[in-house]
């Protein structure tokens, strides 16, 4: 129980103000400024990939996350080291974020020194001022499928290998195409140089390959090589993929918890303030635009996102095989998209072990008969846009309808199960029991709040995000101006420095781990083998000039040809 | 997880409730629990003066705090 590999994705927002009279900086010179800056307080290591990826010493990793169109523009991203369970998961998530604050002001430093001096923060949210959203995805290894549909799913797979050779072929011919347009596009400004001396006299050639225009040039050429490459070439390959995956991948999952992971964010909510003053429960939550995801595109934000299942398809394009065959394992990464990104340690512990236990309860096959959702995101949508709690939505036994239920009813119809299933299970676990009660005393509190309204918030506030949060906007923000209050909705998630860290520097926010704690987990590595392996070699090697590359799955050390390879377990394929 | 990491948790959970408790005077609702009144007013005092400081400083230039956190959507 409990002892699923787990772990969470967290993209940080940058924001930096430059100093009255100086320079912007773009985001990727900012995360090389970070990622120098945690460089200097733990041991890194350059990821085995094309992206901008470095492993740190726990067996964690940071990496500069950005849409193809917009390379200065993107976001630090970090992934806690495979966790063997919910309260190390935790862990690693806080040793991240206390790595991250702790490299800021060394990164300011380092900022200014390139003359470019400003404040830095990074803020572990998932929405901006202007609606865009990003944020963090949670990673659970589960069984994908078994019996009939784990053989269709890899059926499917076997019917798709001439599709992908196809398609890997037209990549490489469309790589080929655009290589050999950039050359001759090169050669003609070079030429027209030659012939014209007003050409030659601007050095268009330089401005395209060296300075501002080059960055632009990039943008459009990123965007097209996107478009072209995720969308067109390989759709013949993705779009049945995806329909593979809605038909097999996680069904149990899918079916049996899902009215549990919509009604989720009363406890898991980080809280929102929209542009119209409303104030809803979660940041993520209103970009959900299916159950699960159809297509690549970053708009079709799903609850169950496959994303991550795509990626050893289109790696197929360097025939990396390796991966492909990953696929056929029975147990594969899930990756949930409705998360959001939580400050509280106790909403934070509660998202990832209710969540596990739910999944374990799944797998065992005891979720039978509890509530299904009727309509299932207009009800994620009702249940989000209202703090109250007051709303109910339709569920339904089998075919049957039953009476509307609201969040805190369905989120106790699987408490009870879960308790019924802690207390039969044959091994105890005292981490399943504790979660369990705290659980219980959560919904409590939540019920009173329901019934009494602010007026019985104080036992959550610091406990779960979008209380506190709401408190703050009712109290700090009380007849401040919309600027300033969605401010506090946004400062609220700074590293460090943010409004709920003041709260928690003053002890006035519940934590689950100790500051020592945290500390050594930043150093060592968590109890799952790939992260103990990948974590004993890159603190080996130290800042030795070693010629050695990471990766989730695999060490390579050496030369490609004729280095080791240490492999690891293939729960991260990317 | 290592057994001292399982028993800081363990302990940590234990006083969450506490905590909570604690809370209820930083709103001014009354105690509700155990805790001795002193302990109870300086968290009260505390929380106060950490909403007074949010609310002074959530009022600079507020904007500029904005525009300088745009992303562009979503990396992931």
New interface residues.
């Given amino acids: 129980m409990l002892d699923r590999l787990l772990g969470l994705e967290t993209e940080y927002a940058i924001r930096f103000t430059p100093a009255p009279g100086s320079p912007a900086a773009d985001n990727d010179v900012i995360y090389d400024a970070v990622r120098s800056a945690v460089d200097s307080l733990v041991f890194t290591r350059r990821g085995d990939g094309a992206r901008e990826q470095y492993f740190v010493e726990n067996g964690g990793a940071l990496a500069y996350e950005f849409l193809p169109g917009a390379p200065d523009g993107g976001l630090v991203e970090g992934a806690t080291p495979e966790c063997r369970g919910p309260a190390e998961c935790v862990l690693y998530q806080r040793a991240q974020d206390a790595l991250l604050a702790d490299a800021l002001p060394i990164a300011e430093r380092l900022l200014a020194e390139q003359g470019r001096p400003g404040s830095l923060g990074l803020l572990k949210n998932c929405r901006d001022a202007e609606g865009h959203v990003y944020g963090v995805q949670e990673n659970y290894e589960t069984e994908l499928a078994r019996g009939p549909a784990l053989w269709l799913w890899r059926a499917g797979l076997v019917a798709l290998v001439p599709v992908i050779a196809a398609c890997a072929l037209a990549s490489w011919v469309t790589i080929l195409v655009f290589l050999s347009l950039w050359l001759l596009a090169v050669a003609a400004v070079g030429l027209a140089s030659l012939v014209s001396p007003r050409l030659r006299q601007r050095d268009l050639l330089s401005e395209i390959l060296m300075s501002g225009p080059s960055r632009r040039f990039e943008r459009v050429l990123g965007q097209i090589e996107y478009v072209l490459h995720g969308h067109i070439v390989w759709a013949p390959v993705l779009w049945p993929f995806l329909a593979l995956v809605r038909l097999t991948a996680f069904r149990a999952v899918r079916r049996h918890a899902l009215a549990f992971l919509l009604s989720r964010p009363i406890l898991t909510g980080a809280g929102s303030l929209a542009a119209d003053g409303s104030f809803g429960l979660s940041e993520k939550g209103p970009a959900m635009r299916r159950l699960v995801r159809l297509w690549v595109g970053q708009r079709d934000r799903a609850v169950f996102d496959g994303g991550n299942l795509c990626k050893p398809l289109l790696r197929m394009t360097y025939f990396d095989l390796r991966r492909f065959f990953q696929l056929f394992r029975r147990r594969q990464r899930m990756q949930l998209g409705l998360a959001d990104a939580n400050m509280a340690q106790v909403a934070e512990y509660l998202k990832v072990g209710t969540t596990a236990l739910v999944i374990d309860m799944a797998e065992a096959g005891a979720l039978h008969g509890l509530p299904r959702l009727r309509h299932p995101l207009r009800a994620l949508r009702a249940i989000i846009a209202d703090p109250s709690l007051q709303v109910r939505v339709e569920v339904q036994a089998g075919a049957t309808m039953r009476a509307p239920m609201r969040a805190i009813d369905i989120q106790r119809a699987y408490l009870e199960r879960a308790r019924a299933f802690v207390a039969r299970a044959s091994v105890t676990s005292l981490e399943a029991a504790d979660l369990v009660g705290l659980w219980s005393r959560t919904l409590d509190a939540l019920e009173a709040l329901a019934a009494r309204g602010a007026a019985a918030r104080a036992a959550l506030i610091g406990q779960l995000d979008w209380v506190t949060k709401r408190y703050l906007l009712d109290t700090a923000g009380a007849g401040a101006s919309p600027a300033a209050r969605k401010k506090i909705d946004l400062k609220y998630h700074e590293l460090g420095a943010g409004y709920f860290a003041r709260f928690e520097a003053e002890d006035l926010a519940p934590r689950l781990w100790s500051t020592a704690d945290i500390a050594r987990a930043r150093h060592e590595p968590p109890s799952s083998s790939s992260a103990r392996a990948r974590s004993r070699v890159i603190r080996n090697l130290g800042r030795r000039e070693t010629a050695v590359k990471v990766s989730w799955d695999r060490i390579r050390l050496g030369r490609p040809i004729g280095g080791t390879v240490i492999r690891l377990d293939a729960y991260r394929d990317s | ?2 057994h001292a ?2 028993r ?3 302990r ?2 234990e ?3 506490v ?3 604690s ?5 001014g ?1 009354g105690p509700g629990d155990a805790q001795p009144a002193h302990a109870l007013r300086d ?1 009260h005092a ?2 106060s ?7 002074a ?3 600079v230039d ?15």
């Fill in positions: 997880m290592s990491v399982q800081s948790l363990q940590s959970l006083h969450v409730g905590a909570a408790g809370e209820r005077a930083a709103e609702v968290v505390r929380a003066e950490v909403v007074a400081g949010i609310a400083d959530a009022a507020p904007e500029l705090y904005l525009r300088t956190t745009v992303v562009p959507e979503g990396g992931e």
